[in-house]
């Protein structure tokens, strides 16, 4: 695996060890995309560091648990965003 890969793994999955964010959040955070984040945390992350791969995963699960609590957050932000910048709906 390429060096710069495996420190952006790393640096995820510390990242989300440590705050407890959402995949979403990790990515607008690195500056990835969300499908990057998910696969380095829970394909590549495994076999790089498997103590903070459990740590994730426990993150993960609890915010799969919670997901309906948060009940649309981006959507409603991102129509937030629209009508800030005067964007109509389609």
């Not at 995820?12 to 998910?38: D, F, L, P, Q």
């Not at 991102?78 to 964007?87: F, Q, S, W």
Request: net charge positive.
């Amino acid at each position: 695996m390429w060096s710069e890969i495996e420190v952006r793994v790393r640096t995820c999955g510390e990242y989300i060890a440590r705050t407890g964010c959402t995949v979403r959040a990790c990515a607008e955070k690195m500056g990835t995309s969300k499908s990057t984040v998910h696969k380095d945390v829970t394909e590549r992350l495994p076999e790089i560091d498997p103590l903070i791969a459990a740590r994730v995963k426990d993150v993960l699960e609890k915010n799969l648990r919670e997901r309906h609590l948060r009940g649309g957050e981006s959507t409603r932000k991102k129509y937030a965003r629209r009508k800030k910048r005067g964007i109509q709906s389609e």
